[in-house]
């Protein structure tokens, strides 16, 4: 079966530079998430989308956006990286905002470090 | 603030026991979802159970939901080796978006 497909799976940057993560969702879900994981931490919600829309935002950065583009896809921008920025990014996907349950099937992760 | 925590941090255990993680956390719920991370991995779907179930099984899995005390508990039957990973609870509070708890790191030893 299909899963979430993340790219890169790995990105070494330098400080101040972008980033461009992307994510694929499962086919027919059009919910997306993402998540930021830091060394040893448990994942923390950064924000989603639903039909293209932002549906909810957390503890993201003013350096980073996200937008869902009409085919589902959604991209993760950085901007002026820091050291703090290195983490392992996840991508969700779920066939509909999950509020009533439904379950996100995570992709395997961008692990980003920032030299 | 932390939506959920997880006790113990880390278990040590011998195959063949069994394993039992709790994770509470604090504000209603629609769901909590149980997720399994190899080192540095991606995050593996285990379990979700509805604020209205008290319990699920799956497989070698169980997993109890105590919405009164706002806590649930995972527990592994019969654990293996291949077991040792890091276990989140995450929690769906009414919105669209998954709190997870800071994770027990579950170390089975042959």
């Keep these: ?115 | 603030s932390q939506q959920g925590e997880e006790d113990p941090q880390a278990l040590s255990i011998q195959e063949g026991e069994n394993a039992t993680m709790n994770c509470s956390y604090k504000t209603s719920i629609n769901n909590l979802q149980w997720y399994r991370q190899n080192s540095g991995r991606g995050l593996v779907h285990l379990i979700l159970i509805r604020s209205n179930e008290r319990e699920k099984h799956s497989g070698r899995l169980r997993v109890t939901l105590d919405t009164s005390k706002k806590s649930s508990s995972l527990l592994i039957t019969a654990s293996r080796a291949a077991d040792t990973a890091s276990y989140f609870c995450a929690t769906d509070p009414n919105t669209d978006k998954l709190i997870f708890g800071t994770g027990t790191r579950l170390q089975v030893f042959p």
């Design chain 1, 1 to 115: 079966a299909a899963g979430v497909i993340q790219s890169p799976r790995h990105l070494i940057k330098e400080k101040r530079e972008t980033a461009t993560l992307k994510c694929y969702p499962i086919p027919r879900h059009d919910t997306v998430y993402w998540y930021q994981q830091g060394p040893g931490q448990d994942p923390q919600f950064l924000i989603s989308f639903y039909e293209k829309m932002q549906s909810d935002k957390g503890s993201i950065p003013d350096r980073f956006s996200a937008q869902q583009f009409s085919d589902y896809h959604s991209e993760l921008n950085m901007s002026s990286l820091e050291l703090g920025d290195s983490a392992l990014y996840f991508c969700a996907s779920s066939p509909q905002a999950t509020s009533g349950g439904d379950e996100q099937f995570f992709g395997p992760g961008t692990r980003l470090t920032v030299l």
